[in-house]
């Protein structure tokens, strides 16, 4: 009777590490970014930046807002380095383009002063959340050195590499 009982315990608790690995497995194919999307949106927005003629600092982010990639392009603002990285980590927290979660943490807005959680948020624009084919967030990329509208348009590109 007891070989049974412990026979049984056994199998319940192979079939529940089967079951609890699968599922983990699972979840980090669907939905977060591969090292390789991750290096070609970081070349897809370093070509853009080129296009531009400005030099920036540029990171991807995974699904867990962990720094997957990242490119500092020579004399960049070092400064800036930290920026592309908040703006990544930023817009994946809340899968919003920085730009936009910006719109809402002004003075009287519904999350004023939210950029100071979190270690630190960036507020304006440079950072997009990364969809697959699905439309699925899997990252986020963060861009800074220009204009905040070349940050946008830099990352924009990096974003949508993927899936083009």
Same mark, same amino acid.
């Given at each position: ?5 412990? /026979? ?6 192979? +079939?529940? +590490? /089967? ?29 853009? &930046?080129?296009?531009?003629?400005? +030099? ?27 920026? &592309?990285?908040?703006? &990544? ?17 002004? @003075? ?9 959680? *979190? ?5 304006? @624009?440079?950072?997009? @959340? /990364?969809? *697959? ?32």
């Amino acid at each position: 009777m007891k070989t049974k009982i412990s /026979i049984s315990k056994s199998i319940t608790s192979l +079939l529940l +590490l /089967i079951l609890i690995n699968t599922g983990v497995v699972y979840a980090q194919t669907s939905t977060d970014i591969s090292h390789e999307d991750a290096l070609k949106a970081v070349l897809a927005a370093k070509e853009k &930046a080129e296009q531009l003629d400005v +030099l920036v600092n540029i990171a991807v982010v995974d699904a867990g807002a962990n720094l997957k990639a990242f490119i500092r392009m020579d004399d960049s603002f070092l400064g800036s380095i930290d920026v &592309a990285i908040k703006k &990544a980590k930023t817009s994946r927290y809340f899968d919003i383009n920085t730009g936009d979660l910006g719109k809402l943490t002004q @003075p009287g807005g519904i999350i004023y002063n939210i950029e100071l959680s *979190n270690d630190g948020l960036v507020t304006f @624009p440079g950072g997009v @959340p /990364i969809k *697959n084919e699905n439309g699925k967030i899997i990252g986020a990329i963060g861009v800074s050195g220009g204009t905040i509208e070349q940050d946008h348009d830099i990352a924009s590109v990096g974003a949508n590499a993927i899936i083009e």
